[in-house]
T-cell receptor
Framework: KQEVTQIPAALSVPEGENLVLNCSFTDSAIYNLQWFRQDPGKGLTSLLL?????REQTSGRLNASLDKSSGRSTLYIAASQPGDSATYLC????????????FGSGTRLLVRP | DAGVIQSPRHEVTEMGQEVTLRCKPISGHDYLFWYRQTMMRGLELLIYFNNNVPIDDSGMPEDRFSAKMPNASFSTLKIQPSEPRDSAVYFC???????????FGEGSRLTVL
């Protein structure tokens, strides 16, 4: 059974810092992996989607990497800003049920001014 | 496009009452998903539709839950009768293909007293 873990559960950093959020999954047979952002009381906003054949994806100050064989993904945020404060969720699609996203419990990020 | 639209945003009801949650997917998206988010269990897939047809409802917790998609632009999730343990945020999401980038609505926060 696929399990997704995100560590740390919470992170507080000063503005301007570069930071890395971690995601690990137990079964490397995944179709793709998606990173989301969730603001309090809001829905999930898709940040990046990495196919299993890809190693990384970039969007603006965000860079996500995927190491399928070791069951790990990282989300790198450059030059963090207070507006980046949110919960970041990682989700994988198992190869045998690629329509289903298996979510981690998220990392709650606070960027202090 | 306005994105995935859900209503109501908040619903407070008493145990035993019927609850109907509504969703309008992004136009052109053939896949629609209902997820539930709780503190204890995180995000879980309840059911998904392809071209208005339910494909996998194995995540629906009990017979009290039912979902329909009468046309490409509208879906409902119904709970009858509701119970306090149904309290959660219910999200609708849509995508162009089953394993593609998933777009979420703002969610419907349900409280059953």
């Amino acid at each position: 059974k696929q399990e997704v873990t995100q560590i740390p559960a919470a992170l507080s950093v000063p503005e301007g810092e570069n930071l890395v959020l971690n995601c690990s999954f137990t079964d490397s047979a995944i179709y793709n992996l998606q990173w989301f952002r969730q603001d309090p009381g809001k829905g999930l906003t898709s940040l990046l989607l990495i196919q299993s054949s890809q190693r990384e994806q970039t969007s603006g100050r965000l860079n996500a990497s995927l190491d399928k064989s070791s069951g790990r993904s990282t989300l790198y945020i450059a030059a963090s800003q207070p507006g980046d404060s949110a919960t970041y969720l990682c989700a994988v699609r198992p190869m045998d049920s690629s329509y289903k996203l298996i979510f981690g419990s998220g990392t709650r990020l606070l960027v202090r001014p | 496009d306005a994105g995935v639209i859900q209503s109501p945003r908040h619903e407070v009801t008493e145990m035993g009452q019927e609850v109907t949650l509504r969703c309008k997917p992004i136009s052109g998206h053939d896949y629609l998903f209902w997820y539930r988010q709780t503190m204890m269990r995180g995000l879980e897939l309840l059911i998904y539709f392809n071209n208005n047809v339910p494909i996998d409802d194995s995540g629906m917790p009990e017979d009290r839950f039912s979902a329909k998609m009468p046309n490409a632009s509208f879906s409902t999730l119904k709970i009858q009768p509701s119970e306090p343990r149904d309290s959660a945020v219910y999200f609708c999401a849509s995508s162009l293909d089953p394993a593609g980038e998933l777009f979420f609505g703002e969610g419907s926060r349900l409280t059953v007293l």
